[in-house]
C-alpha cells in the first residue's frame, strides 16, 4: 500500500506544513510514504492523478482545507485503487463534519488505522466536487470566504458572514433558468445550493438530512427575497430550517439539473471559483474510496441514527 501526502500550504490561516511533517515522520516509520507540498493551485490535483494512475492501491492525503480535498479528489475520481481521505488544516474542514467526531481525523494515527465508505460525488461541467456546488449570492458568498478567513481573531464562520454581509450589499438576486428531469423553472433566484454533503461555510448546515451514499443531491432553490428579507432567511437556512419557508426555499431531491444564466455567473465547487454561463450538475457515474479512523460513523440527521456506510449497520446515537 502506498501512502500519499499532499500538503497545502496555503491552507487555513497559517502555513502547517512543519506540523503535517512532524506528524508524518513520526506515524509513518515502515510505510511506503510520499510527500508532496504544493506550490500553485492545480499542483494537487495533477500529483493525486500521478499516483492512482500508476495502478497500485494507494491512499492520498488531503493536507489542508476544503479545496485541498477538493483538488485530490478530482485527481483521484475514477480511480478504484485510489482512497482518499482529509487530514485537515483548513478554517472549515466541512466535509468531515458529517462524521459522528471530527477529532480523530487530525491525528494520523487514527487515519491510518481507517474504515472505508463508497460515497457519491458532484459532477458540475465535468469537474468534481465531494460536499456542494452553489451559484448565486450563495456561491459569491461562499467564494469570497477565502480572503476574509486570514483576518486576525476572525473564523471560519466569521468570515463566512462578512462575505455575507458584503455580498447582499452588491445584489441579492439574478436571472436563472433551472432545467430538472420533469420541470423547467425559470426567473429571479436569489441562490442555488446543490449538497452532497451537509455541511459548508464554516457553520451552515442546510439540508441536515442530505445522505451522502444514496444516488441524489439535495437542491435549495433560494427564491427572490430583498436585502432585509435575506438576513432572516439566510439564518434559518444556515440552520436547516428551510422547510419554515417553503414559499421563499424550495426543496427538491433529483439526480441531475441543469441551470443557465444570461451572463457567466460565479459557481462555488467546494469553495472552488468557477464561471459559467451553461451548468450541467448531476450525481457523478463514479464513487470515491473514502476512508476514515475506525469506529466513526456519519449521522443521518433526520432519522437521528448512525449509519455505517461500509458494513451497511445503523445504530442509535
Known sequence: MKHVFLINPAAGK??????YLAQIQGACAGLDYTVRISQQPGDITAWARQAAAAGQPVRLYACGGDGTLNETVNGAAGFPNAAVTHFPGGSGNDFIKIFSDTRPFFRLAALLNPEEADFDLIDCNGEYALNVCSLGLDARIGTDVAKYKRIPLVSGSGAYLLSALVNT????TQPLRVELPDQRLEGRLTMVYVGNGRWYGGSFHPVPE???CDGLLDVLLVQPVSRLKVVTVI?????GQYARYPQLIRHLR???LEIFSPTPTAVNLDGELRRAESVSIRTAKTKLRFFYPRGLCWASGDRQTARFCASGKTAAL
Open 254 to 256: 433529483t439526480d441531475r
Open 169 to 172: 450589499a452588491k445584489g441579492v
Open 210 to 212: 442530505a445522505d451522502p
Open 14 to 19: 497559517r502555513d502547517k506544513s512543519r506540523e
Open 235 to 239: 439564518g434559518k437556512y444556515k440552520i
